[in-house]
């Protein structure tokens, strides 16, 4: 049971923007920078975004994410169908001296 | 360019262990978090452990006392063993590299292996 919530799943048409929530506890994402995960069926996991804004170096700026509080939030515009994965979010939590990821959240292009 | 190649035993019995290892090729084995993801069928990602010269090791609360993760230097190799096994192990088990900047992230990826725990 993860400690950090996401929706099942988001939808939008080719080209707009959808946004995925990531919220947990003052534990985890209140005091630890979040990253972003996406997953396509049958692969690894591919980093997205990493200390809650950074985009490593091949991704996207269509891809972009922020924190505050406890919650975190991963934006993706100008959608397009190869955006169409699972993505995760996931923190160190310091209650659990443990690394947690998200529930994950499906993305579908309409 | 570093990349992760793993490798262990794919089918086993329940109360059996599993055993599993992660090479790290073309990059530096200290300074990183050497972390194992695992993900059971149509679930989530879920976070094992990690082993680094940094902070030592860490392991997910939920499965402490039948983990164990170890790292072999002299190889840029490291290893994960679970012991007790059940149904509910059976997963598709990833190693991947930690590192942190500001916070803790994971950005290099091995390709997974299918573990299926069956009597």
């Known amino acids: 049971q993860s400690v950090l919530t996401q929706p099942p799943s988001v939808s939008a048409a080719p080209r707009q923007k959808v946004t995925i929530s990531c919220s947990g506890s003052?534990?985890?994402?209140?005091?630890?920078?979040v990253s972003w995960y996406q997953q396509y069926p049958g692969a690894s996991p591919k980093l997205l975004i990493y200390?809650?804004?950074k985009r490593p170096s091949g991704i996207p700026d269509r891809f972009s994410a922020s924190q505050s509080g406890t919650s975190a939030t991963l934006g993706i515009t100008g959608l397009q169908t190869g955006d169409e994965a699972d993505y995760y979010c996931?923190?160190?939590?310091?209650?659990?001296?443990?690394?947690?990821f998200g529930t994950g959240t499906k993305v579908t292009v309409l | 360019q570093v990349h992760l190649q793993q490798w262990g035993t794919g089918l086993l019995k329940p109360w059996e262990t599993l055993s599993l290892t992660c090479a790290v090729y073309?990059?530096?084995?200290?300074?990183?978090?050497w972390s194992w993801v695992r993900q059971s069928p149509g679930k989530g990602l879920e976070w094992i452990g990690e082993?680094?010269?940094?902070?030592?090791?860490h392991y997910n609360p939920s499965l402490k006392g039948r983990v164990n993760i170890s790292e072999d230097t002299s190889k840029n190799q490291f290893s994960l063993k679970v012991n007790s096994l059940t149904a509910a192990d059976t997963a598709v088990y990833f190693c991947?590299?930690?590192?942190?900047?500001?916070?803790?992230?994971?950005?290099?990826w091995g390709r997974g292996t299918t573990v299926i725990v069956s009597s």
């Open positions: 082993i680094s010269h940094i902070r030592g090791i």
């Open positions: 003052s534990s985890n994402i209140g005091n630890n920078y």
């Open positions: 991947a590299r930690g590192e942190y900047v500001n916070g803790l992230s994971m950005d290099v």
């Open positions: 996931g923190t160190w939590d310091g209650g659990l001296n443990a690394f947690v």
């Open positions: 073309g990059g530096s084995f200290s300074g990183y978090y």
């Open positions: 200390d809650s804004n």
